[in-house]
């Protein structure tokens, strides 16, 4: 556990299409995701078209688009490259090994001038090399800092099922293809970006900006951002807020202005309360089957889990969430929505609607599913121990062992030993703060307004190591995207279009200054 710190360097030989010494140098054709053949002729003409095809039409048409080639690309092309390289860069995880991606994404931060650092972290079972990265601009006053949070690992890709090859990084059709475009290279290339372009403009912010990209997030964070909350406190130092990933800007595939795009920021998760059940009995040959043996007993356990259901129980996080969509719920549901607690209680139609949706289900109750089983390695075999992994989530504010020692209970059986795999309770952010002004603000004054949601989502991210520090962590990166889209994530054919990629480092920097205003304005007031 070392930390390297990159001193700054000074922006204008970037600028100027120079690499800086110790910099990897990227082909040009490389870069653009054309490594299979194309000259440098062909990748000159698409950068190009390139620039034309991604939402930075105005920024080509003023300059005559052969001096691009010595000056400062357009936005959207740097972004879509860096992207490409990210993705090219592999941190599949198991065993994620993303000290690679960490120092180019360093590296892409000292060229333009930002304090930057690589900061190794533990690899489990003496792994591959880990590490973190982090870039920081200084803030003018001392306002509370906010960091932008990402993390460099991905989940595996099957290639055999993909269109494209998920870690070739290729630039096609006006989209940046492959596995972590979207989760979450694709937001800390738009982190990062934001830094790049506040730094090259000379915006002074009165806060600290910091990026910020863990590893090991995909497998639960607990060495990647959980091990640097407390092993790095200097980097939190000042810090009041965070964004990260687990909430966005969705958007209908027609724009047709019937359903404004929603702005989803999530304010709390449900905790993750990972159990293993492990069931003991007779063993030896299946030829002769005993009733106490581990395989039927774990049956017979799991059984009792499948039918299980939690009682409902709304949060107020939740009750918010739904008043706030009222607005755009069908017609027969809008009433429902404004009022969750009572309408699912006494009208029996809704709740059968409500809970028929296993996402709205998961939000209003603990959960638990059946995920991991292991018995005997062979046929004719009866194990003395059998295995099963359950993945529960707990609404915010209950405890794992309250759970487990419910599904204790429930199975009645003392031969089967319950245990934690992973655990963490949750809080929530209040939605009572200058960050959430400036997103109702920014969503305000876009061409489509947005409608701002706070959110609490099912799944978890990394942001409960901060909430848990008392910062206010919002799962919010501002990027629009359809459902469509939004499924690719974890999926297959995952990609981004670059004018998405493009417009979400503006919102970004929109958002970050909108937010240093607010606060200007309310600090003037104060006085
Ligand atoms: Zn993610």
């Not at 062909?42 to 003023?62: C, D, K, M, N």
């Not at 690899?123 to 920081?136: F, L, Q, Y």
Request: hydrophobic share 45%; aromatic share 6%; net charge negative.
């Amino acid at each position: 556990m070392s930390s390297h710190s990159n001193p700054a360097n000074p922006p204008p030989a970037a600028r100027a299409g120079r690499r800086q010494p110790g910099a990897a140098p990227v082909p040009q054709d490389a870069a653009l995701g054309l490594g299979r053949g194309p000259g440098l002729g062909l990748a000159l003409v698409l950068v190009v078209l390139l620039s034309f095809s991604s939402g930075a039409v105005g920024e080509a048409q003023a300059i005559w688009p052969f001096d691009r080639i010595f000056e400062r690309p357009p936005l959207a092309e740097r972004a879509a490259e860096l992207l490409a390289e990210a993705i090219r860069t592999p941190t599949s995880n198991p065993p994620g090994n993303e000290r690679a991606l960490a120092r180019k994404l360093a590296a892409a931060l000292g060229r333009a001038g930002i304090e930057n650092g690589v900061l190794d972290t533990p690899s489990p079972d003496g792994g591959s090399p880990r590490a973190a990265v982090w870039g920081r601009i200084r803030g003018t006053a001392d306002r509370p800092g906010l960091v932008l949070l990402s993390h460099l690992d991905t989940v595996p890709a099957d290639a055999s099922e993909w269109s494209v090859d998920p870690y070739a990084g290729e630039i096609w059709d006006g989209f940046v293809w492959g596995r972590g475009a979207l989760d979450a290279k694709g937001v800390g290339v738009s982190h990062l970006m934001t830094l790049i372009e506040i730094a090259a403009e000379g915006i002074e912010l009165e806060r600290d900006l910091i990026f910020l990209a863990t590893p090991e997030e995909e497998t639960g964070g607990r060495a990647g951002a959980g091990w640097i909350v407390k092993n790095h406190p200097e980097l939190l130092e000042g810090i009041g807020y965070l964004l990260t990933e687990g909430g966005g800007i969705q958007i209908t595939r027609e724009r047709d202005g019937v359903r404004p795009p929603i702005w989803g920021v999530t304010l709390t998760e449900k905790a993750p309360c990972w159990l293993e059940l492990v069931a003991r009995g007779r063993g030896g040959h299946s030829s002769a089957p005993t009733l106490d043996a581990a395989v039927p007993r774990l049956v017979a356990a799991l059984d009792r889990i499948r039918r299980f259901e939690s009682p409902i129980r709304i949060t107020p996080e939740v009750a918010q969430m739904f008043a706030s969509l009222a607005p755009v719920a069908s017609e027969w549901d809008r009433a429902g929505f404004q009022d969750l607690a009572a309408t699912l209680a006494n009208d029996e139609g809704f709740r059968r609607r409500f809970l028929g949706n296993p996402g709205q289900n998961a939000i209003v109750r603990n959960t638990v599913s059946i995920t991991v089983l292991e018995g005997a390695p062979k046929t004719n075999v009866a194990p003395p121990t059998a295995r099963a992994q359950l993945d529960a989530r707990l609404l915010p504010g209950e405890r794992c062992s309250d759970f487990a020692e419910t599904l204790a209970q429930l199975i009645d059986d003392p031969s089967i030993q319950i245990s934690e795999i992973l655990s963490f309770s949750t809080r929530a952010s209040s939605r009572d703060t200058p960050l959430f002004r400036a997103i109702a603000e920014v969503a305000d004054r876009q061409l489509q307004p947005g409608l701002v949601v706070p959110r609490m989502i099912g799944g978890f991210t990394d942001a409960h190591w901060f909430r848990e520090l008392g910062i206010v962590a919002y799962g919010f990166v501002p990027r629009a995207l359809t459902a469509d889209e939004a499924r690719r994530v974890h999926g297959v054919d995952e990609r981004i279009a670059i004018d998405t990629l493009a417009e979400s480092i503006r919102t970004t920097l929109d958002l970050v200054r909108t937010f240093d205003a607010i606060e200007a304005v309310d600090a003037a007031g104060a006085d």
